[in-house]
């Protein structure tokens, strides 16, 4: 398969660490790096990058495609333009729109996410819908399961997910919106709206002294 590829116009980093175990479909002048796993039905755009360690598994990705080295995607499928990784895992039932960007650490499930949205780094999303446009913070996570039933989390167009936010499902934040670092989501964010939860920082001067003090004696 490998040979065959390489006829194609497909080039491999190593065609003898480069594995196959399904029915694989690849464009023009795609790169493929070292120990890339493709399983199931695959299908590659054209120009896309591959990076090493990869595990594409019934994926289908779109022209101009760059997937970083270490990442893991499932039954999904990935329009034009989109990055992914590295160390990204994109789960079964993610569909990514035209220029999306998916960073380190961060895990995709079961979600719907428009064109020129980003989440960059260390992010769950899961059960989700989000519009175009909009970033996500670092280490947000939409908390769709309550032990009983997966709710969805729905984010318009435009939005900005401040990090360290928690939106727990069934919830929307419309168009626009803002939400502030270390938010907690708990209703619906009208559109245009900042949302934020009051915490006042409390400081208490000359701790490291006491506590070295305390030790020493």
């Known amino acids: ?34 120990n890339v796993i493709l399983e199931g039905e695959v299908t590659i755009g054209a120009n896309c990058e591959i990076g090493a360690n990869v595990i594409l598994r019934n994926v289908t990705l779109g022209e101009n495609v760059v997937v970083r080295s270490h990442s893991v995607i499932e039954g999904a499928t ?28 961060v895990e995709v499930k079961n979600s719907i996410i428009g064109k020129k949205t980003k989440a960059s780094h260390l992010s769950y999303i899961g059960d989700s819908e989000i519009g175009t446009e909009t970033n996500i913070g670092a280490g947000t996570i939409t908390c769709n399961y309550d032990g009983f ?49 009051p915490r006042d920082q409390q400081i208490r001067t000359g701790w490291t002294e006491q506590y070295r003090n305390k030790n020493e004696k």
């Open 1 to 34: 398969q490998a040979e065959r590829l390489l006829q194609e116009g497909v080039t491999l980093a190593d065609p003898a660490r480069f594995d196959v175990r399904g029915n694989v479909t690849i464009g023009n002048d795609v790169f493929i790096d070292v």
């Open 78 to 105: 990935i329009a034009a333009n989109a990055m992914i990784g590295p160390f990204a895992r994109i789960r079964p039932g993610t569909v990514l729109a035209e220029g999306v960007h998916i960073g380190n650490f």
């Open 149 to 197: 039933h997966k709710s969805k989390t729905i984010i318009g167009d435009r939005v900005m997910i401040g990090s360290d936010t928690t939106l727990i499902a069934p919830v929307k934040v419309n168009d626009d919106a803002y939400v502030a670092t270390a938010t907690t989501v708990r209703a619906d964010v009208p559109a245009g709206a900042l949302v934020f939860n």
